[in-house]
């Protein structure tokens, strides 16, 4: 007789970053979903993230809670090297000139029991749920798209301004003096943190400026996206359902600097920075506030 156990499949596979959207579309999310057609409570958790540590990669755990875990563990892992030895993927050159010293992991292979990483470690199980709903609307929405900088950088816009919507509440002059108050909290943050002179923020903010005024229809058409209530978006009533659930009594700042750590982690986005973005996502609602275009929740 099983017994009824709680296993983590725990893995990173090495695969060539511009054929993703063909793994996750022929082969991980199908070997999931036939997982969940079995029973839907086998699938506790998916942690996917992005990754190009010691070569493109997808850091892959999934949480199997069954009497038959390793059956389902190893239906997952055949699964995944059958596809990848039909589906080779070809190795990008290292852009390393010493790369003798740093060699990579070979691709086209599946390497076991990488360590979790700190972020989640440290949050231990409390975020479980937001994590696995970003892993797996990451591994949806990127089917047919590429996963560069800038694709998971709008991917993450839309999931945060989802994250003001529900944090915005009131009428005009309330939410103007919630994002007042959460701008100037992340200024002093971010003072702090990086220990700029007010010179070097000036030149900085000025840069970031520029770069918003160039990309304002793009970030204007992911507002309006997410804030119109007809919004074909399927996904953000249940990204609106975890926010309410872990986030209604946590203020837009706190909810804010978790959020954000999280999809970038799981994106691989280290170098965008927490004070553009809340400029930029701001600067967007306080724009549509005034033209009454903001509708209060």
């Known amino acids: 007789m099983n017994t009824f156990t709680e296993k983590w ?32 409570n086998i699938i506790k958790s998916i942690l996917l993230f992005c990754s190009t540590d010691k070569g493109d990669n997808i850091q892959f755990f999934v949480q199997i809670a069954s009497s038959y875990a390793d059956e389902h563990i190893n239906f997952v892992m055949k699964g995944l090297k059958t596809y990848i030895a039909e589906n080779p993927s070809v190795r990008k050159a290292s852009p390393r000139p010493t790369q003798q010293f740093f060699m990579d992991y070979p691709n086209n292979s599946i390497v076991d029991n990488i360590s979790r990483p700190d972020l989640a470690e440290v949050w231990k199980n409390d ?20 996963i560069d900088e800038e694709a998971g950088f709008s991917f993450a816009l839309y999931l945060v301004f989802v994250l003001f919507k529900v944090k915005l509440t009131g009428n005009k002059e309330e939410i103007s003096t919630t994002i007042t108050c959460f701008l100037e909290t992340k200024e002093v943050d971010y003072k702090e943190k990086y220990f700029f002179k007010d010179t070097e923020i000036k030149k900085i903010t000025g840069l970031v400026q ?17 804030w119109k209530e007809s ?3 399927l996904w953000i009533a249940d990204w609106k359902e975890l926010l309410y659930k872990y986030f209604n009594n ?21 170098d965008i920075n927490s004070k553009s973005i809340a400029n930029w996502i701001t600067a967007t609602i306080t724009n549509h506030l005034n033209e009454g275009r903001t509708n209060s929740q």
């Open 9 to 40: 499949l725990n893995i990173s596979i090495y695969y060539s970053q511009e054929k993703w959207p063909q793994l996750f579309k022929r082969c991980l999310n199908p070997l999931l979903n036939e997982l969940k057609q079995k029973d839907n």
């Open 127 to 146: 975020y479980l749920d937001v994590q696995s709903f970003i892993s797996e609307l990451l591994a949806k929405e990127f089917e047919d798209d590429q």
């Open 210 to 226: 520029a770069v918003y005024q160039k990309n304002t229809s793009v970030i204007d058409e992911i507002y309006l996206d997410v």
């Open 231 to 233: 919004s074909t978006l």
């Open 250 to 270: 946590v203020s837009l700042i706190n909810a804010y600097n978790i959020i954000l750590p999280l999809l970038q982690y799981h994106l691989n986005l280290h």
